[in-house]
């Protein structure tokens, strides 16, 4: 099994790269969400890889961060959800913007990802919510913002800022785009849901 490839990143393109290691060229495909991430061909890079074997051939599925590889094997356990839908979702969605939507059951965002109907996004909310939303109250995953570790345990917990998210998804935003304004705010102890939701829009709004 491949874990990681550690070289010179030799080629890139729209969901695939090239890494060469030891006189070797390795064809990996990433999210498209990585892509931005890379740096420039010729620099240094590690990519953490997923090795999958298939009867029509084999493949290298690779990303920046041990966690991000670990969601994609998530979604490849999901009944209907193979490398491709996968890389799909990953491709739609940051990683840590797909934990938040999977903890909160927002299929709408996850159905956007290409080829991803809303009855796979169902099945991806209703196979890994307990299984993510249990990494969250326990410190897992990857929070890229300031306080996302407290953000999503809080919408674990149904306190004011659960309902402040609750409040901009019936006024047209989605989980995600509430989920991110709130994660901007810096929260008071003693906030209601009315200040964070007023704290959020202005953060929309700017």
């Known amino acids: 099994m491949i ?6 990143l030799a080629e890139k393109e729209d969901g695939y790269i090239v890494v060469e290691a030891g006189g070797v060229g390795y064809g990996i495909n990433v999210p498209l969400s990585v892509l931005a991430q890379l740096p420039t061909v010729g620099e ?21 961060f041990r966690e991000d590889r670990e969601m994609f094997r998530r979604l490849i356990s999901v009944n209907g959800v193979g490398p491709k839908g996968a890389l799909a979702i990953l ?3 940051e990683p840590d913007d797909l934990r938040l939507a999977i903890v909160t059951g ?6 956007r990802a290409q080829g991803i ?31 996302g570790d407290e953000l999503l345990r809080a919408q674990a917990g149904g306190t004011a800022v659960s309902e402040a ?16 304004a709130v994660r901007r705010l810096d929260i008071p102890e003693d906030a209601g849901t009315e200040d964070i ?10």
Do not use: C, P, W
């Open 3 to 8: 874990s990681f490839i550690h070289g010179i």
């Open 44 to 64: 240094e890079i590690k990519v953490y890889t997923h090795y999958a074997v298939k009867e029509d051939g084999q493949s290298l599925y690779g990303f920046l």
């Open 91 to 93: 491709s739609a969605l």
């Open 106 to 111: 927002d299929v709408k965002s996850i159905s």
């Open 117 to 147: 109907g809303q009855k796979t996004a169902q099945r991806v909310i209703l196979d890994l919510k307990d299984k993510i939303g249990n990494e969250f109250m326990t410190g897992g995953g990857r929070q890229e913002a300031a306080g």
């Open 165 to 180: 998210i609750d409040a901009l998804t019936v006024l047209g935003y989605t989980r995600i785009e509430a989920g991110r």
């Open 197 to 206: 939701l007023k704290a959020a829009l202005r953060i929309i709004n700017k």
